[in-house]
Structures are given as structure tokens and as C-alpha cells.
């Protein structure tokens, strides 16, 4: 019998053959299984460091707009050493290397354009984060818009948040654009309306007074009830007050005030507070404080003199306010803020006291000097008939605004908010139209965010 070897040594093969091709197959599918699974988490950890990007990125944004609400005003929107910048370019840039920039390995860089006065910052943030393992870093931009938020949201020179009271003869309020030139009487305009935040009787008298405008409250307010006028007062246009009427003109009160309530003035978050002290001022007088730089100031309290030199001045005063007229060799107990200088004032004591001429704005302007009276500022005495250019922000406190018996045309140039108000007697109001776009000291909103 003969055997045949030639059959078993094929069948061999084959089955070497098959199981080589399996393995081959076998080891394709493993490392294919393997890349796409590799694939999948270098997908998975480029996803997880994408979105960290943009963490990092709105940080920078973060950053950016803790500057713009810090105390800085265009067109220094920015604080040395913590950012860098020129005023000239309008640019300013954070410090990347800082580590309050850093986010473990990613970092972000900013840049704030746009600064110049007048003008709406604008916000660009870029992120820069580690890329997966072997791939190059994943960078993400975020673009924000912004614009000052208003100071005085609502048109008037008074908002009271409980009461208005005018008292005695030749109190008048009336309105101009100081954007068209000075306040001149016989261009004024009726936008001098008086703003109450209560519907309770007698939430606004007006006695004898004359108001070119229309007295507004909330919903379910009543002319006769909630606002009264005397048997000389009169509000109206310019007509209907020029021409000896009385009493609300048809349509000049209006129950149409929709806002609650105003927050409380806050301060400025600013990087310090620094002491001013005294000497000769460049008019030649000797001045308690100079404020010579545009800078964040602090005092204990204020009874003598200041010299403001330069724009975008800020001063916290933690006490009492008490400032009026005076003379001598030395300068007067005033406030005395330079042609072209600006300063936005911070009251924590309970009372402040402006006679005569303690606010002396050279500038003419009531957007040169803010005053914002802190929860504690519970009082303010505006007496006399010096001029008076400047806005109050005041929500807790009582104003009382009394004329000296002189007949005035600028008492009082600008606008109000405050939880009373009350005029007596030959004292002008007259409200500037102009400060509806009034900003807060750092006051900016993001009005719109893009990825670039």
C-alpha cells in the first residue's frame, strides 16, 4: 500500500496559509480598534482643552472688564503695572505673564481698543492652551463690545424716590442741551419735569412754583392727589407757564414711571486711595488739598479748600462735607475744580453742607462733577444762589435746595436723584438734557460677545 504525502503537506499549507491571514486580519482590525480609539480620546482631549480655551479666553474678558469698572475713565482705561498701554494708540494690553493671567500651562492675552473720550471700549481676549499630546496649542478669541450704562436713566432734573416739595415764590425748574451751548433763558426748554417713585398723596407739591415740564409717577398716580399744585404754581410748556395759567396743562402729569427703585451708590473698585496734602495752586491761592493728578483721592472729611487739576479726579470722603464761602489770603472753603479738570466725589458721612459758592466748577459744566452720596449720606444742603454745575446721586438722602432771596438764573445746573427734595423760595433749577449719556466713573456694560 502507498501513501500520499503530497495531499497532507497541501491540506498544511492551507491551513497555515488561513490562519496567517486570520491573524493578519485580526491584527489589522486590533489596530485599527486601537487608532480609533487613540483617534477618540485625542478627539475627546482636543474637545476638553477647546472649551477650556474659551474659559480661559472669557477669564481675559472677565479681567478686561474688572479694568473698565475700576475707576479708570477713557483715555486712560488702564492701570499701571498691572496693565500697560498709550493713550495716544487708544490700546492697552494685560500682562500675560502675570499669574492671575495664567491658567495652568494656558495663558490668555488682552487687549482693550477703542479708548479713546467719547468713544465705546472694545474687548479682545485670546486664549492659548496646550494642544493634545504631539499637536500644537489650541488658541480661541472672544470679541466684546461695550458702552458707558447711564448714570441718570430717566429724563429730569428731580427724581425723588418719596417727595418733592416747593416752597414759597420764583422757584422754577426748566431744561437745555449743553451739548448746543450754555443754558441761556430765553432758549430754555419744558423738559424740567419732576419724577416721583410713589403714588401716595402729596408725593409731589409744588405750591407756588413754576415747572416747564410734566410731573411723572407710577401707575395709578393721580393728578390733585398724588401731585398738587398751588393757587400761583403752574406746569405746563413754555406757554402755558409764561402765560400766567395755573395748575396742571392737559397732559402734563403722567402716571407712567415704571421704575421701583435706584440701588445705592457703591465705590469705585479702585487699586488705591491716596492722601493729598496742601500748598499753592497755580491761580496763585493756597489750598487745604491739591488733587493734582487724575487720580483716586481719600479724606476723613472736608471743611477747607480743594484744588482739582485734571480730568477724571476721584475723591472718597468718609465723613462730613461742609464747604461755603470765605476769603483771605488762602483759598475759600470751596471746591475748585480747573478748566478742563473733572471730579466725581464719594460721600460716607451723613451730612453735607454747599454754601455760596463751595462747588466752584470753572468748567461750566454739570458732567464735571458727580456726586454720589453713599447709603450712610443721608442729608445735603445746597443754600444760597451760587452756581451750581454738577449732578447728585444720592438715594438715601434728603436734599434741600434754598435760595439766599437774589434773583438767579444758575442756581442749580444738572440733575438729581435723591429720596427727598425740597426748593425754597428764588431757586433755578435747570435740568441738562445732555446727561442722559452721563457714565458712572468705570461705568461700562458688554453689549455684545463674538469668537473671532
Known amino acids: 500500500m502507498r501513501t500520499n504525502y503530497y495531499n497532507q503537506k497541501r491540506n498544511q499549507g492551507s491551513v497555515l496559509l488561513i490562519t496567517l491571514c486570520t491573524c493578519v ?5 486590533m489596530g485599527s480598534y486601537l487608532q480609533l480609539i487613540r483617534t477618540q480620546r485625542m478627539s475627546v482631549a482636543r474637545s476638553q482643552q477647546w472649551n477650556h480655551a474659551l474659559v480661559v479666553a472669557e477669564a481675559g474678558v472677565e479681567e478686561a472688564m474688572a479694568m473698565l469698572n475700576s475707576g ?11 496693565w500697560s498701554g498709550n493713550p495716544l494708540t487708544a490700546v492697552f494690553k494685560n500682562d500675560p505673564n502675570r499669574p492671575s493671567s495664567k491658567f495652568g500651562k494656558g495663558y490668555f492675552e488682552v487687549v482693550i481698543t477703542n479708548g479713546f473720550a467719547g468713544s465705546n471700549p472694545v474687548v479682545i481676549a485670546k486664549a492659548t492652551v496646550p494642544g493634545p499630546v504631539g499637536s500644537p496649542p489650541l488658541t480661541r478669541t472672544i470679541l466684546v463690545n461695550t458702552k458707558p450704562h447711564p448714570t441718570f436713566p430717566v429724563k429730569g432734573p428731580m427724581i425723588v424716590k418719596q417727595s418733592y416739595t416747593a416752597n414759597g415764590y420764583n422757584v422754577e425748574t426748566d431744561s437745555f442741551d449743553s451739548t448746543q451751548g450754555p443754558y441761556n433763558p430765553s432758549t430754555a426748554g419744558t423738559n424740567g419735569d419732576i419724577v416721583t417713585l410713589s403714588t401716595n398723596a402729596n408725593s409731589v407739591v409744588i405750591g407756588n412754583g413754576k415747572i416747564n415740564g410734566t410731573v411723572h409717577s407710577p401707575a395709578g398716580g393721580k393728578a390733585g392727589i398724588t401731585a398738587t399744585v398751588g ?4 406746569v405746563g410748556d413754555e406757554a402755558w407757564v ?14 407712567d414711571f415704571n421704575q421701583t427703585d435706584f440701588p445705592d451708590a457703591t465705590l469705585p473698585n479702585v487699586p488705591a486711595w491716596f492722601t493729598p496734602v496742601g500748598g499753592p495752586a497755580p491761580n496763585g491761592l493756597t489750598y487745604t488739598y491739591l488733587l493734582p493728578a487724575s487720580s483716586n483721592y481719600k479724606l476723613p472729611s472736608v471743611n477747607g479748600s480743594i484744588y482739582v487739576s485734571k480730568p477724571n479726579t476721584v475723591l472718597y470722603v468718609t465723613g462730613n462735607v461742609s464747604i461755603g464761602s470765605g476769603g483771605g489770603g488762602s483759598a475759600p472753603p470751596q471746591i475748585y475744580i480747573a478748566p478742563g479738570a473733572s471730579l466725581t466725589l464719594y460721600v460716607g458721612g ?39 454745575y454738577g449732578t447728585i446721586y444720592a438715594p438715601q438722602a434728603d436734599l434741600n435746595l434754598k435760595g439766599s432771596g437774589n434773583s438767579s438764573y444758575d442756581d442749580f445746573t444738572g440733575s438729581s436723584i435723591t429720596k427727598t427734595t425740597t426748593m425754597t423760595g428764588n431757586f433755578k433749577f435747570h435740568y441738562d438734557e445732555s446727561l442722559i449719556w452721563l457714565s458712572t466713573i468705570g461705568g461700562y456694560d458688554a453689549i455684545s460677545w463674538d469668537e473671532l
Open 25 to 29: 486580519i485580526l491584527g489589522i482590525l
Open 72 to 82: 479708570v475713565k477713557a483715555p486712560n482705561l488702564y492701570v499701571a503695572p498691572v
Open 231 to 234: 393757587s400761583n404754581g403752574s
Open 242 to 255: 409764561d402765560g400766567g395759567n395755573t395748575g396742571f396743562q392737559s397732559g402734563h402729569f403722567k402716571d
Open 350 to 388: 451723613s451730612t453735607t453742607s454747599i454754601a455760596g459758592q463751595g462747588i466752584a466748577n470753572a468748567t461750566g459744566e454739570a458732567k464735571n462733577f458727580q456726586y454720589y452720596g453713599l447709603p450712610t449720606n443721608t442729608k445735603i444742603d445746597i443754600t444760597g444762589n451760587g452756581a451750581f
